[in-house]
């Protein structure tokens, strides 16, 4: 018994897990809202999610139903939400997935036009997003199928990559 016990007291101590190499997450964030101010301190975006979850061994926030306003002066609001979503490390772009769904509110000159699909890669500062997923786009008149988009509202353009299948109601008058 001695000499077990002596040879316990000489091994060496094992190792402690390092908590920064689990994927536990550091805090969580219930009902979560955040403003960004534009220069004259008028709302720019406002995220909002039912829940936001940072793990510190890959800095990821993870989001749930996460919903983006982003404001333009003279330009119609966008509105983006999801199911899910990932921001990634710096906070300069978001990934949203399942159920995506980017609705650009109408204006006295344009109808409300809005965008459905699996994936959506947004960079809020650069007013871009894009996805390589099959994609629908409707408006007043049009419905739109793609796979593949890539939108610049600073520029105003909308970009169909591939598979571009279009239908469109005139007006009834």
């Known amino acids: 018994a ?11 101590l094992s190792a402690k897990p390092d908590s920064a190499k689990r994927h536990a ?14 220069e004259h301190g008028a709302p720019r975006f406002i995220m909002t999610a039912k829940k936001m ?17 982003s404001f333009f002066p003279a330009r119609p ?8 979503g990932e921001i990634s490390s710096k906070g300069e772009e978001v990934f949203l997935h399942d ?17 459905s699909t699996a994936y959506l890669h947004v960079i809020p500062d650069r007013e871009q997003a894009d996805t390589d997923q099959p994609v629908i786009m409707t408006d007043a008149h049009n419905v739109v199928h793609a796979v593949g988009m890539q939108l610049d509202n600073k520029l105003r353009t909308i970009k169909l990559l591939s598979q571009v299948r ?7 008058k």
Do not use: C
């Open 53 to 69: 979850t940072h793990y510190p061994d890959n800095d990821s926030t993870h989001l749930e139903d996460p919903q983006l306003a």
């Open 2 to 12: 001695a000499a077990y016990w002596l040879n316990l007291q000489v091994q060496p």
């Open 166 to 172: 279009s239908q469109h109601e005139p007006e009834k």
């Open 77 to 84: 609001t966008i509105y983006t939400s999801s199911k899910r």
């Open 99 to 115: 159920e995506v769904r980017l609705v650009r509110a109408g204006s006295e000159t344009q109808s409300a036009m809005a965008f």
């Open 25 to 38: 997450p550091d805090f969580i964030v219930s009902s979560f809202t955040a403003t960004t101010l534009d």
